[in-house]
């Protein structure tokens, strides 16, 4: 195979409403089988998505407006925001972007990329040549420094080859070889287009004729179900949910030895002169689960009974409990040490330290639950113990320094958990 990657250089400044399909066609040889790769500034251009902004405010207009364009934010670091866009893109500000044009304007992405190659194919097959289109953008990529051409659109051509249940040349069969063709096709003619040289067209010459037919960039973005990165980023950790309905599933031990030093990371009372007061006691055993469970309900059932509550529904919530604690995948009772809290004559601040320590146990249970959902781990934390510490600490052989501070069950969600409505600060947030 052989390919060339031709710049169509000498095109006028575009504007809104300009014919590319005729300009393309007009300033170029394109011919049947050719790719023509098209940046989105152009695109953005011919559509009229620019908007007027002040010059004197520029970075601080394209925050609001990636924020505008976003429909989820994934990450922020100083004045970059990593946002979703409505079209799945993963980038830097939703694509907006102000280079190559003048101070008061930037540029949005095309509302529907596919759509808008589409269009220009149709219109450069009108001019008689059958042709596919790319229309590109430049994106970074996690884990590797610089940026690269991806398509955002895509019309005539198989965005993706698939080689999935091929054998390669020694005849190992392939499992996951999903080749983003369109992406290195975007790639190769950037070499030639450049970022600073002015040149937004580009004609791939060469490729066979199996790498054409009906495709989409929307093919090219990773399903939210697979993308293994989501759960460790801002909507992560404002979709945690609690889950109690788990898959018959074995939570691997390193998914464990992996949250347990995140849950000792939270803010320890007194600094590190205390040391990291938690205890997190894995119960991964029938025996020592039963016995665990066995003093908890043991002193809820007496309670219970000092209150009044019928045989029949003292009953029945202990068996809620069983089933719910017993049955989860993972069961681990955490506790914090209250050896290191400073002892005072006055009871006030005695009560003080001891809810210091309470409060930083809760921090460190928090983390524990987030990195099982950046694992893919549904969790639920579980007052129960609360209400037993004394019985909770003996049935696990503790001293009386260790306050219990609940359970959290674990596991792989049974289900999806719903999506959490977006949450409104206001309620919480007192600025004065």
């Known amino acids: 195979m052989r390919l060339e990657i031709l ?27 050719d790719v023509v790769v098209v940046t989105s500034k152009v695109v953005s251009k011919a559509e009229g998505r620019i908007v007027e902004v002040d010059p004197t405010g520029r970075e601080a207009a394209r925050r609001d407006w990636a924020e505008r364009e976003a429909r989820r934010i994934v990450a ?16 830097a500000n939703s694509g907006v972007d102000g280079s190559n044009l003048p101070p008061d304007r930037l540029a949005l992405l095309p509302l529907d990329p596919d759509d808008s190659a589409a269009r220009l194919r149709d219109g450069l097959k009108a001019r008689g040549a059958d042709v596919g289109v790319v229309i590109s953008d430049t994106f970074g990529r996690p884990w590797r420094a610089g940026q690269t051409n991806v398509a955002i659109g895509v019309a005539g051509l198989r965005a993706a080859r698939d080689h999935r249940g091929e054998k390669d040349v020694f005849g190992t069969l392939m499992e996951a070889t999903l080749i983003a063709v369109a992406d290195e096709i975007a790639g190769a003619a950037e070499l030639v287009m450049g970022k600073t040289e002015g040149v937004p067209v580009a004609l791939v010459r060469g490729l066979p004729t199996e790498a054409f037919g009906s495709g989409s960039a929307g093919e090219l973005v990773r399903p939210a179900d697979e993308d293994l990165f989501r759960s460790g980023t801002i909507e992560g950790i404002e979709g945690r949910r609690s889950i109690r309905a788990f898959i018959d599933r074995e939570v ?23 040391g990291r007061p938690w205890r997190y006691v894995w119960l991964r055993t029938q025996t020592p689960r039963n016995r665990f469970l066995e003093a908890i309900e043991a002193a809820w059932k007496r309670d219970l009974d000092a209150d009044g509550t019928p045989f029949g529904i003292i009953e029945q919530r202990i068996s809620q409990s069983r089933a719910m604690l017993g049955d989860a995948p993972v069961l681990i009772a955490c506790f914090v040490s209250l050896a290191g809290a400073d002892r005072y004559s006055d009871a006030e601040r005695l009560l003080a330290e001891r809810e210091m320590f309470l409060t930083a146990a809760g921090a460190s249970i928090q983390n524990l639950m987030l990195t099982f959902v950046a694992q893919g781990i549904g969790s639920c934390w579980l007052s129960t113990s609360l209400f037993c510490n004394e019985e909770s600490a ?22 999806d958990p ?11 947030l007192d600025v004065r």
Not at 263 to 270: D, L, Q, S, V
Request: hydrophobic share 35%; proline share 11%.
């Open 7 to 33: 710049s169509v250089e000498s095109l006028p400044e575009i504007g809104p409403g300009t014919d590319l399909a005729g300009l393309i066609a007009d300033r170029s040889t394109v011919r049947d089988g």
């Open 76 to 91: 922020r670091r100083d004045d970059l925001i990593i946002t979703e866009t409505t079209h799945g893109f993963v980038c």
């Open 252 to 274: 691997p031990r390193e998914a464990i030895e992996r949250a347990v030093p995140a849950a000792a990371t939270a803010p320890a009372p007194h600094g590190s002169r205390t």
């Open 394 to 415: 003996d049935a696990l052989g503790l001293g009386p320094e260790w306050q219990a501070v609940g359970c959290v069950i674990a596991g792989y969600p049974r289900s």
């Open 418 to 428: 719903d999506r959490r409505a977006p949450v409104d600060p206001k309620p919480f």
